[in-house]
Every structure is written in structure tokens, then in C-alpha cells.
């Protein structure tokens, strides 16, 4: 390498650290003198509060199927059923995995007013009334199955 190209390979690294600090940096919450809450990436005077920024937690994807009288843009979830037949065998610990993911999921469901899910589209489509309730519905009957 020449001594130019080791000059600007520095000056490379040095701007790409700098530029790359911001993603790193703290958010801050502060009252000023009038009473009026700032946020901000630097302290905004000596009182101010480092905010702790929550990740969100994820569930792991459901399938979602189509039900009647549903257009081709809306899907809701159900949970697959098993054959009448066939009564299907749970280990205890699966059991309390579905038991807190109904527990979850109806705290998530009730929390919230309008749900929105993503289509096939990738576009954001908002759920009615009464599918909020179907879903609240199917997360109750869960948790009677699986936490009783």
C-alpha cells in the first residue's frame, strides 16, 4: 500500500467511527425552568434523567389462515386444531408454554383499542370489532384448555 491510500484508509475508519456514534448514544429527559419536559441525545441541563430504552419483545410467527367470509386481504389467526379422532399428547412444560402464550396474548389483545396486522401485501390493515373479539375469544378458550 502507498502512503496515500494508508492516509485515506485512516481518514475512513476515523469518519465512519464518528459518524456511527449517534446510534449509541442516550436519550435524556429534562424539565426546564417553565415546567416543560424535553427529550433529548445530550443532557439538557444538570437535573437531567438517562431514560433506560425497553427492547420489545417478539412471539414467534403463528400461521394465519383465511376464514369465511374474509377477503383475500384480511387473515386472522386460528390455532390448528387437531383431528376429532386423534387426541393429541402435550408434555407438561408444552403445556405451560401455550397457558402463558394465551395469558400474553389476551393481555396484549384487551391493552390495545384498534389491532392492524400486515397483509400479504406487506401493507398495514387495521382488524374490526369483531375480529378483536374473535381473537380475545380464541385467547380465552385457550387458556381454558391449556392452564386448567
Sequence with gaps: MTRKSIISFIISAALSLIMLQPAYAGIYKWV?????VHYGE????????????RQNETTAPRTIRKTEGENSEQATEKPAEPAKDE????????????????KNDYAAISSRGRMREINKKGEYIYLTEEQRQ???????????????
Design 32 to 36: 426546564d425552568e417553565n415546567g416543560q
Design 42 to 53: 445530550e443532557p439538557g441541563s444538570s437535573d437531567a434523567e438517562k431514560l433506560q430504552i
Design 87 to 102: 387426541e393429541p399428547k402435550i408434555s407438561k412444560k408444552e403445556k405451560q408454554k401455550l397457558c402463558q402464550e394465551s
Design 134 to 148: 374473535q381473537r380475545l375469544a380464541a385467547a380465552k378458550k385457550k387458556q381454558r384448555e391449556y392452564c386448567h
